[in-house]
């Protein structure tokens, strides 16, 4: 996976190493999509608080949770 250089306010740290698999510039209403992997919902909002919200470069969020995977390429 390669490292995401987004600098995390005031960590001194980047976004590479919290769980992000992938990221797609899209078309549409959103300009990012990130498929974000972490161990349950709890270690998502510590990602989503103390990450996403404090990047400047992030107006909204919008976040769907994955129920089950009905088919997967491999």
């Not at 001194?12 to 161990?39: D, M």
């Not at 103390?50 to 107006?59: E, K, W």
Request: with cysteine; proline share 5%.
């Amino acid at each position: 996976m390669q490292s995401l250089p987004i600098p995390i306010p005031q960590s001194g740290r980047t976004l590479s190493g919290f769980g992000i698999k992938e990221c797609h510039n899209i078309t549409g209403a959103f300009e990012y999509l990130l498929w974000v992997e972490t161990s349950d919902l709890v270690a998502y909002k510590v990602f989503y608080t103390l990450v996403l919200v404090s990047l400047p470069q992030v107006h909204s969020i919008t976040t769907y949770v994955v129920m089950e995977s009905v088919k997967e390429n491999q």
